[in-house]
Structure formats: structure tokens, C-alpha cells
């Protein structure tokens, strides 16, 4: 038997503190700029970031035309659709509880899709973790936000977002390769960047307000967002069953109130506890293995 080494066992909870931090860190950038300009600037750092690493290391390309389409795809989804219309729909004035609620759907959305869209079941044991992860998961939400009528145009916004990073999901397992993570994440970010830029410039002043603050806070979603989480991400779907890498999600919105606890003094109440560990019992079990599964290949299974 093949054993997982120790820093991929850490991947998880690398990618779900890097991930739920950027909520709130790009809720205070969306004081600084509007959405698709902080966007667009946040995919041109990336880009400038990674082109002069891509002319020193020279990464393999693409081989094929379909394996450059299939990589922009997944970056049109994720960055374009999700982030975009999450970024919109925060500007039009939709809670963050509302936005995470929906999202938080996700991996019920993928669960469902799976089956047909990539081969991949999800077992009974399975389907009681999605339900426990998205119950805890409201349950924390609403336990520190407030009801109100949510603005519908917002609420479609998001809608459309959850259905971005359901997609990218989705295709990513489907038909992503493995590609140097400079080349993917080139490929990416440039599709996103080529999207953004104009957009903001149609639909928006691109003003930004520069300061100490905004430069952290931008390194933060180019570096810590943009590079790292995403390519964790990707990586992760590649190796895992969709629903259980999906499932992670139900922390998110939890751990987004954790950090936006002192960076934007939105406090925890002591409900939003015992529904993150709600939400963390549902993720357990959706990643629980069946006795006698392992992560080996065909080929590792064979020699072993």
C-alpha cells in the first residue's frame, strides 16, 4: 500500500485558511476599488508575477489546442464567473451571509452532477455529511447575520456564481490535465485578465484608492488568492473525488467569520461555534474512505 505523504495530508486546511481569509480581505480591497477593477488589477499582478518565471523555467506547454481551451475554461469559471459575480454581488448591496449561504451549495450541486458529468458517486454515509456540512453551515451564518431583504439582482449575482465554481469544479475533474502549475495558472489569470480589463474599463471608473492598506491587501489576493489557493484547488480535484474536495466548502463561510472576527470586527457568537463544528462533522464524513480504499492508482494497486 501506497501512503499519502504528510504534506499533502495538510493540503485541506492550507487551501480552507487561504481560501476563507480572502472573503473578508477582499471585502475591505472593495473599499479601495470597484469589483471588476480590483479584479482586473488583482489577474494583471498575477500575470506579471509569473511571466518572467515562466521565461526562466520555461514550463512545457499545452500539447494540444483542446488541452489550452480546456485550461481557460476552468480559469473563465472560477475567476471570471464566480469571483466576478460574487465581487458584483457584494457591490449591489447582498449580505455576506446571503452570498455564503448560496455558495455554500456547492457541494450539494456537485454531489448531484457528479454521477453523470464525471463518474463519481456519492455513497449514503456521503449524502448525511453533505447535509450536516450544509446545515452547520447555515447555522453559523445565520447566527451572526441579520435577516433582511436581500437585493434580487444581488441574489441572481450570486446564483451565478455558485454556478461558476460548481462548473470549474466539475470541468477541472472532467477534462483538466496535469500542466506545470506556472503554465495553468498563466493560462488561467490571462483568460481572467482578458475578460476583467475590459469590463471594468466599459462598466467602471477604475479608480483606485491607493494606500499601505490596499498594496497588503492586494499582495494578499495575488499571492495568498490568486497563486496559491487556486492552484491547491485545482491540484486537489485532480487527485480526489469531487464531492469530497467540494464538501470543504461548507467550512468556508464559517472560517470567513472567524477571520472577518478582527479584520472586520464582525463578532463570532457562541451558535456560529457549534455550527462550524456542525459543518466540520459533515466534511469528516464526506471524506471518510470506504474499509479497504486507497488512494492508489491501478498500477500502484497492481504491484502492491
Given at each position: 500500500?501506497?501512503?499519502?505523504?504528510?504534506?499533502?495530508?495538510?493540503?485541506?486546511?492550507?487551501?480552507?485558511?487561504?481560501?476563507?481569509?480572502?472573503?473578508?480581505?477582499?471585502?475591505?480591497?472593495?473599499?479601495?476599488?470597484?469589483?471588476?477593477?480590483?479584479?482586473?488589477?488583482?489577474?494583471?499582478?498575477?500575470?506579471?508575477?509569473?511571466?518572467?518565471?515562466?521565461?526562466?523555467?520555461?514550463?512545457?506547454?499545452?500539447?494540444?489546442?483542446?488541452?489550452?481551451?480546456?485550461?481557460?475554461?476552468?480559469?473563465?469559471?472560477?475567476?471570471?464567473?464566480?469571483?466576478?459575480?460574487c465581487y458584483i454581488a457584494f457591490k449591489s448591496g447582498v449580505s455576506a451571509g446571503g452570498v455564503a449561504i448560496i455558495v455554500c451549495l456547492q457541494p450539494?450541486?456537485?454531489?448531484?452532477?457528479?454521477?453523470?458529468?464525471?463518474?463519481?458517486?456519492?455513497?449514503?454515509?456521503?449524502?448525511?455529511?453533505?447535509?450536516?456540512?450544509?446545515?452547520?453551515?447555515?447555522?453559523?451564518?445565520?447566527?451572526?447575520?441579520?435577516?433582511?431583504?436581500?437585493?434580487?439582482?444581488?441574489?441572481?449575482?450570486?446564483?451565478?456564481?455558485?454556478?461558476?465554481?460548481?462548473?470549474?469544479?466539475?470541468?477541472?475533474?472532467?477534462?483538466?490535465?496535469?500542466?506545470?502549475?506556472?503554465?495553468?495558472?498563466?493560462?488561467?489569470?490571462?483568460?481572467?485578465?482578458?475578460?476583467?480589463?475590459?469590463?471594468?474599463?466599459?462598466?467602471?471608473?477604475?479608480a483606485v484608492q491607493w494606500s499601505a492598506e490596499f498594496i497588503l491587501i492586494l499582495g494578499y489576493l495575488v499571492i495568498g488568492n490568486s497563486l496559491l489557493?487556486?492552484?491547491?484547488?485545482?491540484?486537489?480535484?485532480?487527485?480526489?473525488?469531487?464531492?469530497?474536495?467540494?464538501?470543504?466548502?461548507?467550512?468556508?463561510?464559517?472560517?470567513?467569520?472567524?477571520?472577518?472576527?478582527?479584520?472586520?470586527?464582525?463578532?463570532?457568537?457562541?451558535?456560529?461555534?457549534?455550527?462550524?463544528?456542525?459543518?466540520?462533522?459533515?466534511?469528516?464524513?464526506?471524506s471518510r474512505k470506504p474499509v479497504g480504499k486507497t488512494d492508489q492508482t491501478p498500477a500502484e494497486a497492481a504491484k502492491s
Amino acid at each position: 500500500m501506497v501512503k499519502r505523504p504528510l504534506w499533502l495530508l495538510a493540503v485541506p486546511v492550507i487551501f480552507l485558511l487561504l481560501w476563507s481569509a480572502g472573503f473578508a480581505i477582499a471585502k475591505l480591497g472593495l473599499q479601495h476599488a470597484e469589483p471588476l477593477t480590483l479584479l482586473a488589477l488583482r489577474y494583471t499582478c498575477v500575470l506579471a508575477l509569473l511571466l518572467p518565471l515562466a521565461l526562466i523555467l520555461r514550463p512545457p506547454l499545452p500539447k494540444t489546442a483542446r488541452a489550452w481551451a480546456d485550461i481557460a475554461v476552468t480559469g473563465f469559471l472560477i475567476q471570471v464567473v464566480y469571483f466576478g459575480l460574487c465581487y458584483i454581488a457584494f457591490k449591489s448591496g447582498v449580505s455576506a451571509g446571503g452570498v455564503a449561504i448560496i455558495v455554500c451549495l456547492q457541494p450539494i450541486l456537485v454531489a448531484l452532477a457528479a454521477p453523470y458529468t464525471v463518474g463519481e458517486a456519492t455513497s449514503r454515509l456521503g449524502w448525511i455529511g453533505l447535509v450536516l456540512g450544509l446545515a452547520g453551515a447555515a447555522i453559523a451564518i445565520l447566527s451572526r447575520s441579520s435577516l433582511q431583504a436581500e437585493n434580487l439582482w444581488g441574489i441572481l449575482l450570486t446564483f451565478g456564481a455558485l454556478l461558476g465554481i460548481t462548473g470549474g469544479t466539475l470541468y477541472e475533474k472532467r477534462f483538466g490535465t496535469g500542466q506545470h502549475p506556472i503554465t495553468a495558472n498563466l493560462i488561467q489569470y490571462a483568460t481572467g485578465a482578458a475578460f476583467t480589463l475590459p469590463a471594468a474599463y466599459l462598466t467602471e471608473g477604475m479608480a483606485v484608492q491607493w494606500s499601505a492598506e490596499f498594496i497588503l491587501i492586494l499582495g494578499y489576493l495575488v499571492i495568498g488568492n490568486s497563486l496559491l489557493a487556486i492552484s491547491l484547488l485545482l491540484a486537489m480535484i485532480r487527485a480526489g473525488e469531487v464531492a469530497r474536495v467540494s464538501a470543504l466548502f461548507y467550512l468556508v463561510p464559517a472560517l470567513s467569520a472567524l477571520f472577518a472576527w478582527p479584520l472586520l470586527g464582525e463578532a463570532m457568537p457562541p451558535l456560529a461555534w457549534a455550527g462550524m463544528a456542525l459543518a466540520g462533522l459533515g466534511v469528516a464524513l464526506v471524506s471518510r474512505k470506504p474499509v479497504g480504499k486507497t488512494d492508489q492508482t491501478p498500477a500502484e494497486a497492481a504491484k502492491s
